[in-house]
């Protein structure tokens, strides 16, 4: 056994302090013969931190496309030639989609703007869409709207917005690489004021931008650092037209690697399948991850991709004896 999974079940499964950088970089390192011990480590420190249940969440655009920002990942940005189009969510059809989300059985319903920050109309727009889909179904309403000023944070709270997503994206030294028109420091400043207002904080990234295993490692850490209630784990799916639609997609086995690394690194943070999975890591791979530190999925599709059908994962849930959040908590 690799001395740092020794190491990581005295300090990560029995005493709950996760890993810093360093240790962080050598579960990115391990060679493959190990990597079914430190994905099964990842499994038990998830099952004695959080428990077997897994949360499920939905996701719809209110604002797709048209972002004056240039994450080089994103073909929500309006500065690319990526097929994607300005367009605006009516209230039923935001409705309608937290209906659906929560028929699958979801706790938690996210409403995602691609901006740099809500502007006047899309606030008023939020505060009719989280009261009309309070009215209608019993489902926790998220938002990610980009970098916020002290107003609008505790205008979202007034709301009775209980979890807000704003991705830091990569770590602080690659970010130049992938967005000019902000910086890493302003999306920390967001974070700080949501954490501060009693909201709950959820913050992560993409990894295969075409940063370093170093700078992996050095990107959990300052999640760690940061302490959010969850981490939503993406990998590249590169778009067309984005200065990254060329990029090698990520491999299956450093996907892995990364989940056990990213929860042995925040032993008690909700770790969430996000964007990319299904092609970085199928089925196979997906069934792995979950056995291997995940407890959170977005089912369905994501903002500008297809995901796999809710079922499907739902599915795999049941196979896998893993109790979904809603559903627990009525039954």
Not at 165 to 181: D, I, M
Request: charged share 20%; hydrophobic share 40%; glycine share 10%.
């Amino acid at each position: 056994m690799p001395e740092i999974l020794d190491q990581a079940r005295t300090q990560v499964l029995e005493n709950g302090v996760g890993l810093d950088e360093a240790g962080v970089l050598a579960v990115l390192n391990l060679p493959d013969e190990h990597l079914s011990a430190a994905l099964q480590l990842a499994h038990e420190v998830r099952m004695r931190w959080c428990g077997p249940e897994v949360e499920v969440e939905g996701i719809v655009s209110l604002k797709t496309g048209g972002c004056p920002e240039d994450c080089h990942f994103c073909s929500q940005s309006g500065l690319f030639t990526s097929p994607v189009r300005s367009v605006f969510l009516d209230i039923p059809s935001l409705v309608e989609a937290a209906k659906q989300t929560a028929a699958t059985g979801a706790t938690e319903f996210c409403i995602v703007a691609a901006v740099r920050g809500p502007d006047a109309r899309l606030m008023k727009q939020m505060r009719e869409g989280v009261a009309a889909i309070k009215a209608a179904v019993d489902i926790q309403v998220a938002a990610s709207l980009g970098m916020l000023s002290q107003e609008q944070v505790d205008e979202l709270v007034e709301m009775g917005v209980h979890r807000y997503n704003h991705n830091l994206e990569t770590c602080r030294s690659y970010f130049p690489n992938v967005v000019t028109t902000h910086s890493w420091e302003e999306r920390w400043e967001t974070l700080r004021m949501v954490r501060e207002s009693g909201m709950e904080v959820c913050c992560g990234g993409i990894l295969g931008l075409g940063e370093t295993v170093e700078q992996r490692a050095e990107f959990a850490a300052q999640l760690a650092a940061l302490d959010p209630h969850e981490v939503p784990l993406n990998f590249l799916n590169p778009r067309p037209g984005t200065p990254l639609g060329d990029r090698p997609v990520v491999e299956g086995k450093d996907a892995l690697r990364a989940i056990a690394a990213f929860r042995l690194a925040m032993p008690r943070t909700i770790l969430r399948y996000a964007g990319g999975r299904e092609l970085t890591l199928g089925d196979l791979g997906t069934r792995e991850g979950l056995l291997g530190g995940i407890n959170a999925v977005i089912v369905g599709n994501y903002l500008t991709t297809l995901g796999r059908p809710a079922t499907d994962d739902l599915k795999l849930l049941d196979d896998l004896k893993m109790p979904v959040k809603a559903l627990s908590a009525t039954l």
